[in-house]
């Protein structure tokens, strides 16, 4: 399995970005496909994650409002779409996959919770 994302620039406060997500090697379409971001000296954090074929979606509350998060299987690609860009948004962000084990599944945030990661793409927000 391989996920690869592009997207990530250096943008300027207020700013818009669209990061996108495209994965190989795998039933995309099974997968709950989040995102998360490691700011310098930070831990990983989650960001956004959405359900299989769109039909539900999570996000951070530090995100809230400024993103949304899609998912086109039959381009195994997830987006990642973030309006008013802050100083603080400035991370490398990563794509991970989950793979549903369950109907009963559940939109996970937790890093322990996703099989697969991509490599990452920098963000940088100047103020």
């Known amino acids: 399995v391989q996920l690869v994302e592009s997207g990530g620039r250096m943008v300027q406060t207020g700013d818009s970005l669209r990061l996108s997500c495209t994965a190989s090697g795998g039933p995309f379409s099974s997968w709950i496909m989040g995102w998360f971001r490691q700011a310098p000296g930070e831990e990983r954090e989650f960001v956004a994650a959405?359900?299989?074929?769109?039909?539900?979606?999570k996000y951070a509350d530090s995100v809230k409002g400024r993103s949304t998060i899609s998912r086109d299987d039959s381009k195994n690609t997830v987006i990642l779409q973030m309006v008013s860009l802050k100083p603080e948004d400035t991370a490398v962000y990563y794509c991970?996959?989950?793979?549903?084990?369950?109907?009963?599944?559940?939109?996970?945030?937790?890093?322990?919770?996703?099989?697969?990661w991509g490599q990452g793409t920098l963000v940088t927000v100047s103020s």
């Open positions: 959405i359900g299989l074929r769109g039909g539900s979606s």
């Open positions: 991970a996959a989950d793979r549903v084990r369950s109907v009963y599944y559940t939109l996970a945030d937790q890093i322990a919770e996703y099989d697969y």
